[in-house]
């Protein structure tokens, strides 16, 4: 008998139900297949629940979350619910709570996926997004004066540690040599603006390079960060970045890799509980329909299996998402894909059993 | 005899001053046609002149720049000078001490120009950016404690006062108007997490929207903003942001209507001394040689010819523009435009003259 994992599973708002329960469909699948075993636990949390019953995350829930050997999330977010309750109370409270310090984001095109961008094929954007994910703007730490009047001040303060900066980075160095590809690390900032926290960043960033000679490194601003995805992806390998800009560059990067429909991340703690989600919101409109694309749950499903150690799974699931991707699916947006989305899950984990 | 107006020039670093000299010879151009004039005066600031003197912006320089019509600027920045040094000391200092609290950056993909986008063309990418100029992160608020041990707390602070959001909203809607395109202007931020900076804003943006029944509002989270620039940059219309998503979007704007190349903006005190400048850096490797692309800078300049009210000038210097753009260069990349730096300059210069 192979190893048993206790994963929890928050199915959440809109789709998310829907993409989660193809995502769970690919891993029991994939463990099946190499010997090991799943314990799903469901909770219902999300706007629904938090609309019934007043109850975001409770602490005992969160206490049980921290004994889980990972968390698989749909998405999270209803539109009767102002915006920032849930992703304040549940989202980032779990990212922080469970001190899930990193949030990993490949950005990979995949062969027979439609990225927006003029002559750019899979072999020019395929690069990984280390972003910060425990600090930073997303501290909420701030506040308001004299709210209300013509006179009001709101401040905003992003906190940047040196630890959780150079837990971040050293995280990002060992990833790209793991990764083994271009073995270049791209600190994006503001320097030029932001000197105090990106002062930090940037001497936390050349200390810790100093313990990769092989690796080399590599400074653009967040600003021109976002020209160069889209102008000359190729040259990114690993970015790693803080809360605020790894936010937006990596729902750029997103874009450039086909659509939220395949967009998969990670809320990485190393040495304590990881969450994967796909990275589209709860998309109401689409809710219920059977039309929304699995595949970024079913790769954030792979991140999972990455994460526990299950690399061979991880990657079968990886393959047969790709080959859905090049030879199913007439496009990866939500209502043209062709199937349905019980469908896609079925093929992906068809592909896993017969390889 | 017709007006006429005092501009203060600040050439600048690298590519700064051949550029500049091809806005200044399409602003006389202009003048000479439509019958006013200019005194310009050059002012020899930015990273040579720091090497040199020490000096980066004396009070008596910001006194007269004070009294000026305008102040039409190259580009500031220098590879032998700290990251930061000029940029706050020089280009912010100049916004901010002259209050010029409105970026305006258009997006405007002209007929001949390749964007990176895919089925993109000059109907869909036509929009414009009102950045917020003169404080949020840019403020320079923050500190660092116990700097260089591993206990360190870097702290970088958004300032946002209402006077400065509301009037920067207000400025949006008056030019969304004025426009008269989609007659919509999208919010862009990020008030899912920033909690307090952007309920200030969103609380500003809706109470200033009262007063422009006729435009629509919309509101988008910086990452989606980012993610829609890419796919759907047809959507927009005037989008009115804080200092730093601005900073970011409308370099992401500058690429997809081409590219640095072609630029352009202009940083508005509209009851005070406005500054133009193309938006790309120094590009010092190019400097000298004639390459780089003048159109920025001659779109700035077009940018300060409207803000000194004259439209018809500012027209033809469109007009012109795009006749280059669509008849005579090659590509809009320095060194591959088939023309000097000068050239480009005399060839705008000519269309203005000829009509
Ligand atoms: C929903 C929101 C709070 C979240 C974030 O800003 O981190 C999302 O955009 C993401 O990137 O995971
Ligand atoms: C040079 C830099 C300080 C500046 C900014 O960040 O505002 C530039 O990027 C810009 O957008 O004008």
């Not at 793991?178 to 690390?185: D, L, P, T």
């Not at 976002?226 to 970045?241: A, Q, R």
């Not at 919101?281 to 039309?291: C, D, H, N, V």
């Amino acid at each position: 008998m192979g190893k048993s994992y206790n994963i929890a599973v928050i199915p959440g708002d809109g789709t998310g139900p829907e993409v989660v329960d193809e995502g769970l469909k690919v891993l029991e699948r994939a463990a099946q297949k190499h010997g090991f075993s799943f314990q799903f636990k469901h909770y219902p949390l999300g706007g629904e629940h938090y609309m019934k019953t007043g109850e975001i995350l409770p602490e005992n829930v969160i206490d049980e979350l921290r004994t889980r050997d990972g968390i698989f999330l749909g998405a999270i977010g209803h539109p009767d619910v102002k915006p920032g309750v849930l992703e304040k109370g549940l989202l980032l409270q779990l990212r922080f709570e469970l001190d899930q310090y990193i949030n990993l984001r490949p950005v990979k095109l995949y062969e027979g996926v439609s990225t927006p961008l003029k002559d750019k094929g899979p072999a020019d954007i395929d690069f990984v997004v280390i972003r910060e994910n425990s600090e930073g703007l997303y501290a909420g730490a701030g506040g308001i004066l004299k709210r209300g009047t013509p006179d009001e001040v709101a401040v905003q303060e992003s906190i940047n540690t040196r630890k959780g900066v150079e837990r971040c980075i050293r995280f990002a160095f060992e990833y790209c040599r793991k990764r083994n590809q271009k073995k270049k690390v791209t600190l994006c900032g503001k320097t030029n603006v932001l000197t105090y926290a990106f002062d930090l960043w940037e001497r936390a960033f050349y200390e810790v390079a100093k313990e990769y000679p092989d690796i080399e490194t590599d400074y653009a601003h967040v600003d021109a960060t976002c020209m160069w995805m889209v102008k000359n992806p190729e040259w990114f390998d690993v970015i790693v970045t803080d809360n605020m800009f790894g936010d937006i560059i990596t729902d750029l990067g997103a874009m450039i890799q086909g659509g939220m429909g395949i967009a998969a991340g990670g809320n990485l703690n190393p040495e304590g509980v990881s969450m994967f989600e796909p990275i589209g919101g709860s998309a109401p409109r689409y809710a219920g329909k059977q039309i929304i694309n699995p595949l970024a749950a079913i790769s954030s499903a792979q991140l999972l299996l990455e994460a526990l150690g299950e690399e061979k799974a991880a990657a079968d699931v990886e393959e047969a998402v790709k080959k859905v991707l090049k030879d199913d699916l007439k496009d990866v947006a939500a209502g043209k894909m062709g199937y349905t989305t019980a469908e896609v899950g079925s093929l992906v984990a068809d592909y896993i059993k017969t390889g």
